[in-house]
């Protein structure tokens, strides 16, 4: 047994008096909607260089600051937010993606992106998922991705639905319902081999794993038992 670990264990003990280090949990706070002043649901999370919180809420976008909480409402339902590393919070919404930026009182204000678009790809339902690659930054719904790169868009159209998306290791990549995950780049979808066999499950998730491969979550349903 290593005795710096031992050591360290005598010490959690004699300095926290507890029964059990296998009964410890770390410490949670958990704050009701009643104390932030948001809506019921929060999305994502991101933080700023500051280390200030940012949350996607359905009220807007709720602001940590390490003391209060400040909500702005721009009357949408954020579903997304994300830090650019700079001044501006991107967030996605229903029909709409912009991004918040500070005034020189520091009060957040939106700024919408979307606005600029053609009629034809107004509709483009919510936007769930925003990525940083290369420089550009990626907003990805159901059946579009707009890609922002120096404040000019280009967009990208997926005939399946994608229903979860993934940045890793610079490589985005897409599951598409009914046909497989596929590696985005350019206008193109490269289909990822044998992947359009679990085409018909539900992927939730793709995360990196081992030697460059992809570990996929899938939702798994349950029909309730006859009664």
Known sequence: RDRSVSRGLGDV?????IYSIKNWLPYINNISRMEYGGGTQNWTITRDNNGW????NNSGLLQFDG????????????RTAYHDGKERI???AFNNFGYFSPDEKGAMHYHSLSDSLEDKYRNFSDVWDIYCIDHSIYFVSYNHIFKLTNDEITVIQSKERMLCSANINGNLYVFKENAGVFLQTGQLF????????????HISEILPYQD???????????SPSPR
Do not use: D
């Open 53 to 56: 919180i940012y949350a996607a």
């Open 212 to 222: 460059q491969k992809l570990l996929l979550i899938c939702l798994l349903y349950t």
């Open 13 to 17: 003990y004699k300095r926290q008096h």
């Open 190 to 201: 490269i289909p990822l081999a044998s992947t359009e066999k679990i085409s018909n499950y």
């Open 67 to 78: 003391y209060s909480w400040h909500l702005f409402s721009n009357g949408m339902i954020i």
């Open 90 to 92: 991107y967030v996605g």
